[in-house]
């Protein structure tokens, strides 16, 4: 399956750019003056900033790419990273749960990125960049926020004496939470970022409800599995700590 683009998108020069970080300095000033916070935040903006940067020159040479073995190094690199993120705000970390966060991550979203990309698009060649890099991102960083919701619920729960079950099941619910409300919120609240992108890209929005429908159900159904696997593979984990 081939995709060109259809129209220009219209350029944003940077002096209009650096408005939309307005916003962001006041929140950063609200984190210093409530809570102190703000160099973390501070931080991942800075980070944020250089990283999309760098992107954004590196997905010009991996979209010129052939090189199926480059996407799939590219796609290794985003687990290995959502992984560790993912359990950034949870204290009690050692290598075994680096190990349950990366299974958690790669083997639900390795799947539903395969059923995606091979049997609903399916592409060709199979390791398309233009479709491999950004599916793979929305894929992995949702699964990614979810297991870190859930990593931190239910270390908090467990903390309390709760029974592991009962932990399970209160972590799961609020992780999906943030993707139970864009289900409820698409296409009333928000126009998410596949199908705005489309339409400004001149692309008809019967298409792109088409292409934001596989979207929202690839993001609900890899976070989900992932955030379940998580939470399960962690009850032996938890055993072996408590005894």
């Given amino acids: 399956m081939s995709l060109q683009s259809s129209a220009d998108v219209q350029n944003i020069p940077l ?41 954004g020159y590196f997905l010009t040479y991996i ?91 239910f270390e908090a729960e467990h903390d309390r004496n709760k029974d592991f079950f009962v932990s399970r099941n209160i972590a799961f619910k609020a992780a999906m939470i943030p993707q139970t409300n864009a289900l409820l919120a698409v296409g009333l ?3 998410p970022g596949m199908m705005t992108g489309q339409i400004l890209s001149g692309v008809s929005p019967l298409i792109a409800v088409r292409y934001q429908i596989m979207v929202m159900c690839m993001i609900y159904g890899s976070a989900g599995l992932a955030t379940a696997m998580y939470l399960h593979m962690n009850k032996r984990h938890y055993e072996q700590a408590d005894k």
Avoid: C
């Avoid at 939309?20 to 809570?35: M, Y």
């Avoid at 290598?95 to 592409?123: D, K």
């Fill in 15 to 55: 002096e209009s750019l650096a408005l939309a970080f307005i916003p962001v300095f006041i929140v950063i000033l609200l984190l210093f003056k409530w809570s102190h916070n703000y160099k973390y935040s501070s931080y991942a903006v800075i980070r944020m900033l250089g990283q999309l940067l760098l992107i």
């Fill in 189 to 191: 609240v928000s126009l």
């Fill in 63 to 153: 979209f010129q790419s052939d090189s199926a073995l480059l996407m799939l190094g590219i796609l290794m690199l985003m687990v290995i990273v959502s992984s560790s993120i993912a359990l950034n705000n949870i204290k009690h970390k050692n290598w075994s749960q680096y190990r349950i966060a990366f299974v958690s991550i790669f083997i639900p979203g390795g799947l539903t990125f395969a059923l995606i990309t091979q049997g609903v698009l399916e592409l060709d060649p199979w390791y398309y960049p233009n479709y491999f890099i950004p599916l793979a991102g929305m894929i992995f960083a949702n699964a990614m926020t979810s297991v870190s919701l859930a990593a931190e619920r």
